[in-house]
């Protein structure tokens, strides 16, 4: 795992300028278009991403207050209100503006704002059936930074399966095989049904989109 920390901003950094290259060349059905993140457009989503940069403190405070201490309804309904206020375009300079912001989670480091990045970026190209794929040292840092509680907040059933990589020599758990790319098992990780084809196995039907 890496932990210097210079080397993981310059990963955040170019994760965000390849994210807001997507988004710059996305149309506007594409913007409306669902993703990974149920209930969630492209628009949502990156309004999201970008709500760290964009948001106070006591912004994020009063607005847990409103939502009754839930984060998850906060940030619904801040991405929801954003992402109607907000065009395409202002939404995507938004991310190219933030390259360098140092904004990390709370508890996360550095390593839990890429994962923040890349998780979300996945959401949107996976979701839109776009050819990306995350270079792999980003997702080694990704992965070599999970810990057993981060995965356990998405409570996926993995009982008796292994996640075993195809283009990486990533494993997790053991059991059933279910097999992937590291970006399609990352995100099988993270709760995200995928479209069909992305995983192979007999618990790949189970944990797809139907």
């Known amino acids: 795992m890496v932990t210097d920390d210079a080397e993981v901003r310059a990963a955040i950094g170019a994760e965000r300028r390849d994210l807001a290259a ?10 409306d278009a669902p993703t990974l993140c149920v209930g969630w457009r492209t628009r949502e989503v990156v309004a999201h991403i970008t709500m760290a940069y964009r948001y106070s ?19 619904d309904r801040a991405a929801r209100a954003d992402a109607a206020k907000m065009s395409a375009a202002e939404l995507s300079a938004c991310v190219a503006e933030n390259v360098d912001h140092d904004w990390q989670p709370p508890g996360g480091g550095y390593a839990g704002a890429l994962s923040h990045d890349i998780i979300h970026g996945l959401d949107i190209t996976v979701g839109l059936g776009l ?9 080694e840092i990704v ?6 509680r981060q995965v356990e907040v998405f409570d996926v059933d993995l009982d008796g399966v292994e996640l075993r990589a195809e283009d990486s020599n990533w494993s997790y758990g053991s059991g059933r095989p279910l097999t992937g790319a590291t970006q399609d098992l990352l995100l099988v990780l993270c709760g995200r049904r995928l479209p069909p084809g992305h995983l192979s196995g007999p618990d790949a039907a189970r944990l797809s989109a139907a």
């Open 131 to 139: 050819n990306r794929s995350v270079p792999v040292d980003r997702l």
């Open 57 to 75: 403190m006591p912004q994020i405070v009063l607005g847990m207050l409103r939502a009754r201490g839930s984060f998850n309804r906060m940030a």
């Open 22 to 31: 997507l988004l710059a060349g996305l149309t506007p059905e594409q913007w």
């Open 143 to 148: 992965l070599g930074s999970l810990q057993p």
